[in-house]
């Protein structure tokens, strides 16, 4: 065993991103000789706990923890998701949704929308999202998980998401990590102790005096960033200009009777409200641009577009869209709020925590710390942020809207270089091209071009190999073939009691 190894690490901050990240290390590391893992926090401070929402890779982190689905489902009030309802984003009384998985299927060796845009230009009136197995279901209420044993059905390809009370889902997670050795430690953190020579975080020293020490700190403190940006000062890019809503207010109510699987999104004249049902209650919340909204006339248009009553009043946050320009420095990673913020439009805060676990993983250090590799770690971190900001860029730059100055200053503004240059080739041939092997893949910058309104002049010529009576005839059958398998979908409230991960009525009215 190499002496220069990680013993201890210790994770500043608990949460959703550091019972997360407490999980995957215990999990993946926890059988080293001698190796431990303290989680700091503080009741007394609690956590941001609104992002509720999830996209499917994290069915990959629950999996490699090995947690079983319906355990997990059942303790966090969760529900599926099967994609993204945007409403009145192109236009007031226009929707879409941006679903999981796949739309139609590949003909002819090119992606199913080329097929889609040639019967469009043929007058065929059917949406996009009318071929999505995960949209169609969705909007009826619908879920299963897939058939892997039927590979020829669209069932085999459903991908799907949770959408789940963050709380619970930290609690679900500590007991999880304490159960494989993490030790959490209660307290607030009073100071930092650097080494004089490296600058090397030695330890944090807590109000009662108690100094935790560790070789490897993550930094889980949410925006405030108390390691890496207090004690690093890493610096901050701020990409207000592009993504200006810079508050959100959050609220639970009650369930509408409304449980389809489908987060909403809601364009408001200021920004854009959430809706995330869940088993026991549904999580609301306004995001919106304080330059053009003040905080009670957004707290009013909340309050009035509700399902049901408010179960406590609004919680207001505030923030900036942007990241650490250096998320690793030193011995300290920071996870989650402290390492950036991207509004929850698409759904991707948790994932961003996922994937700066696995990029750590993947990057453990040894105490040397090699700068190489700490790098290409904080390199991989940027683009990843750099690749979500340009989709939900697309989100606002795509809309007809010009009936307030937000949508005004949205659909005018110049969008950045990378989300230009897909813009630029989607309206001339309708192709899309996946850079850097990033989160969204063709299938969701479709999804959403075409759902925004996003006209391409053309298609790929290889749609017209099919007679263009033989493409309608084609694109009328998979619509059928999804409507049928979607008809004979449980409910998803069926399929919650059949799997037995309907949550119990006395944790319903604990979350």
Request: proline share 5%; hydrophobic share 40%.
């Amino acid at each position: 065993m190499r002496d220069e190894r990680i013993r201890k690490v210790v994770i500043v901050g608990g949460g959703t991103a550091g019972w997360m990240a407490a999980a995957a290390i215990a999990k993946i590391m926890g059988e080293l000789p001698g190796f431990q893992i303290e989680l700091v926090e503080s009741e007394e401070i609690g956590t941001v706990g609104v992002g509720e929402a999830t996209i499917p890779q994290i069915c990959l982190f629950n999996g490699m923890l090995g947690l079983d689905e319906d355990e997990f489902v059942r303790a966090t009030n969760a529900t599926y998701k099967l994609g993204i309802e945007f409403v009145d984003w192109t236009r007031i009384g226009h929707r879409y949704i941006h679903p999981f998985g796949f739309i139609g299927i590949n003909m002819k060796g090119v992606d199913f929308h080329h097929h889609w845009l040639k019967a469009k230009s043929l007058g065929n009136p059917h949406p996009l999202d009318e071929h999505s197995l995960a949209a169609v279901a969705a909007r009826q209420g619908r879920f299963m998980r897939p058939l892997l044993d039927q590979p020829n059905s669209p069932i085999s390809q459903i991908a799907y998401a949770f959408q789940f009370d963050a709380s619970l889902y930290a609690q679900y997670l500590r007991r999880y990590s304490e159960a494989r050795g993490v030790v959490r430690t209660e307290g607030r953190i009073v100071d930092v102790v650097q080494n004089g020579e490296t600058g090397f975080v030695e330890a944090v020293v807590l109000q009662s005096g108690r100094r935790v020490e560790g070789e490897l700190f993550i930094d889980c403190s949410g925006f405030r960033g108390l390691l890496i940006e207090q004690t690093f000062g890493a610096g901050f890019e701020d990409w207000s200009k592009w993504l200006p809503c810079d508050r959100a207010l959050a609220v639970p109510c009650e369930s509408g009777g409304d449980e389809q699987p489908l987060t909403r999104s809601t364009a408001r004249a200021a920004g854009w409200q959430w809706r995330i049902p869940l088993q026991h209650r549904v999580g609301n919340g306004y995001v919106y641009s304080s330059a053009h909204i003040s905080d009670d006339e957004a707290a009013a248009t909340l309050m009035a577009n509700l399902d049901g009553a408010p179960l406590a009043d609004p919680k207001p946050l505030r923030f900036k869209a942007g990241y650490r320009k250096k998320s690793w420095i030193r011995n300290v990673v920071a996870l989650g709020l402290a390492g950036g913020f991207l509004e929850p439009l698409e759904s991707t805060s948790i994932h961003l925590v996922q994937s700066g676990i696995a990029r750590l993983m993947s990057h453990f250090p040894t105490g040397e710390f090699n700068q190489a590799e700490i790098d290409r770690y904080n390199a991989q971190g940027v683009q990843e942020y750099v690749d979500i900001r340009d989709f939900l860029v697309l989100h606002y730059r795509a809309t007809e809207r010009d009936d307030t100055p937000f949508w005004d200053y949205c659909r005018t503004l110049a969008p950045p270089e990378g989300l230009a240059q897909k813009l630029e080739i989607f309206q001339a041939s309708g192709r899309i091209f996946r850079e850097n092997n990033e989160l969204f893949t063709e299938t969701s910058w479709t999804a959403v071009m075409i759902g925004q309104g996003i006209e391409a002049r053309g298609y790929h010529p290889a749609a017209d190999l099919l007679p263009d009576d033989e493409t309608l005839r084609r694109l009328d059958h998979v619509r059928h073939v999804i409507a049928s398998t979607a008809e004979a979908m449980p409910m998803q409230r069926e399929f919650l009691e059949a799997q037995g991960s309907a949550s119990h009525a006395s944790l319903r009215r604990a979350s």
